[in-house]
């Protein structure tokens, strides 16, 4: 008898602005058994209703531990993923990795230690299967930050700023349709309030003494993959791939 299919777990981690949220929400178009879960967009949501939970937001700190847990596992409900997955946009042509399973992926978890250990205490049917590190230098995701912003009509995301050195070539990203009529264009585009120059610096120096350290333990239990995003959405293909790869290796038959 077959085993009976899990569902995977795929972390993106990697520094603010790497990119992570946006290759995220393309994967997920991509397959129809994959649900993207932006844990940064639910804890932004709660803040809307939690005046002390805005204002760690706001500084670049880390929330608290707890909190993230009990947000992370409230999204994973059953009824809450398939409300988050009616609100994806599918391509017509979009692809079923061929294991069976219902999958998820997570942006923004674990991100730090504590976190982590509360992932191997999940039920076994919900596996932490594999994180993926957007490995980005840091001049290249503050550009990016600092270009970042969100259509407050249409709730478009863009990015201003294009990078183009060593080898990186990530031009802005606009709007291709609908936003530039509809909107008015860029009158309407808003920046986080986390995207300053002082708590970026303040993200990037959590990132490395929180995150860092969750990397190893996955890289330890040889389930992390490295991805060199130097085209930028233009890699879409190749980080496909990754995830084509590691569902062929594991597809139950
Ligand atoms: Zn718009």
């Not at 932006?38 to 002390?52: I, Y």
């Not at 409300?83 to 674990?110: M, T």
């Not at 606009?174 to 993200?203: F, S």
């Not at 992390?224 to 959405?233: A, D, E, I, Q, S």
């Amino acid at each position: 008898m077959a085993a009976q299919a899990k569902t995977t777990l795929i972390s993106l981690v990697g520094k603010p602005g790497s990119g992570k949220g946006t290759y995220g929400a393309l994967l997920a178009s991509r397959y129809r058994n994959l649900t993207f879960l932006s844990v940064g967009d639910v804890l932004r949501d709660s803040a809307k209703r939690n005046e002390t939970l805005r204002r760690v937001l706001t500084s670049g700190k880390l929330v608290d531990d707890t909190i993230v847990n009990e947000a992370v596992i409230e999204s994973l409900q059953e009824e809450n993923l398939q409300q988050l997955k009616a609100q994806h946009s599918i391509d017509s042509d979009a692809k079923v990795f061929n294991d069976g399973g219902e999958h998820i992926i997570l942006d923004g978890f674990p991100r730090t230690d504590a976190q982590t250990k509360l992932l191997s205490k999940w039920p076994s049917s919900l596996e932490p299967a594999l994180a993926i590190y957007f490995d980005v230098p840091d001049d290249i995701v503050i550009t990016k930050l600092l270009g970042r912003r969100k259509c407050t009509i249409c709730g478009g995301n863009f990015n201003i700023n294009g990078v183009e050195q060593d080898g990186w070539d990530m031009p802005p990203l606009l709007p291709k349709n609908g936003c530039k009529e509809k909107c008015d264009w860029d009158i309407h585009w808003e920046k986080r309030d986390d995207d300053t120059a002082d708590i970026i610096k303040e993200r990037m120096q959590v990132f490395r003494q929180e995150t860092e350290p969750v990397l190893e333990s996955w890289s330890d239990s040889n389930r992390l993959v490295t991805f060199v995003p130097y085209k930028g959405v233009k890699e879409m293909d190749r980080l496909a791939g990754v995830l084509e790869n590691y569902f062929h290796k594991h597809s139950l038959t």
